[in-house]
């Protein structure tokens, strides 16, 4: 039987990922109950959902890093979603357009460098 050995940068990348993707959804929970009516549900629901599933993510490119991809492409969909509705129909400060713009980077750059264990 043979196991699959993966790159050390999984096994530090993994843990700095999932403690990113743990704060995102730390400050998902406390926009929404600082003031749940500046968005409608299905807008928080996305912005959990790309917390979860980036969360999911990190822990799958640390334990299976095979089905990470997966994983933290749906993640950058939920987060496409929700900066998307933010983008578009709110007053965005310069500062805002560069968090919406570096959670996306991270995580299709995350999505993209573990594309490469789908195979193993």
């Known amino acids: 039987m043979t196991t699959a050995t993966f790159p050390l940068w999984t096994r530090i990348t993994a843990p700095i990922a999932a ?3 743990a704060f995102g959804m730390s400050q998902a929970a406390n926009q929404y109950l600082a003031d749940a009516a500046s968005a409608p549900t299905a807008i928080w629901i996305a ?3 790309a917390c979860i599933a980036g969360l999911l993510g990190a822990t799958m490119l640390y334990f299976n890093p095979a089905g990470a991809s997966l994983a933290f492409g749906l993640s950058l969909v939920f987060a496409v979603i929700y900066f998307g509705w933010t983008f578009t129909t709110g007053a965005v400060t310069g500062e805002e357009y560069g968090i919406g713009a ?3 980077g991270v995580t299709l750059i995350l999505m993209l460098v573990s594309r490469r264990f789908r195979n193993i």
Do not use: D, L, R, T
């Open 102 to 104: 570096m959670v996306m």
């Open 19 to 21: 403690v990113w993707y």
């Open 47 to 49: 912005y959990a959902a």
